[in-house]
Nanobody
Framework: QVQLVESGGGLVQAGGSLRLSCTASGRTFNTYPMGWFRQAPGKAREFVAG???????????DYTTSVKGRFTISRDDAKNTVYLQMNRLTFEDTAVYYC???????????????WGQGTQVTVSG
């Protein structure tokens, strides 16, 4: 059984930083997309960032426009873990953040088929 477990959420003041982690178990996602989505109260879940394999040990990062330059996605395949470094957080970043992984190689946001339970990120001020 595949499980994705997130950690690192919490309460932070505007302008601050948080780092989310997500570790997968039950299968390896080497060369397959792993990423992050979020859902704010009253809004639909949205893609935040993802990693797509481009060869060797290299992945391309993709970001939604609102987080470009502030968030950085990375992964450690040896640990089956994906990270999201979030800097210069704003109130609009408040949401439940979900880790996700895909069994398909395209990296399309609608093809992620494994999901974590989510971790709350609350930005105050």
């Amino acid at each position: 059984q595949v499980q994705l477990v997130e950690s690192g959420g919490g309460l932070v003041q505007a302008g601050g930083s948080l780092r989310l982690s997500c570790t997968a178990s039950g299968r390896t996602f080497n060369t397959y997309p792993m990423g992050w989505f979020r859902q704010a109260p009253g809004k639909a879940r949205e893609f935040v960032a993802g990693t797509t394999w481009i060869g060797g040990a290299t992945y391309a990062g993709d970001y939604t426009t609102s987080v470009k330059g502030r968030f950085t996605i990375s992964r450690d395949d040896a640990k089956n873990t994906v990270y999201l470094q979030m800097n210069r957080l704003t109130f609009e970043d408040t949401a439940v953040y979900y880790c996700a992984a895909s069994s398909r190689s395209t990296g399309r946001a609608d093809e992620y088929d494994y999901w974590g339970q989510g971790t709350q990120v609350t930005v105050s001020g």
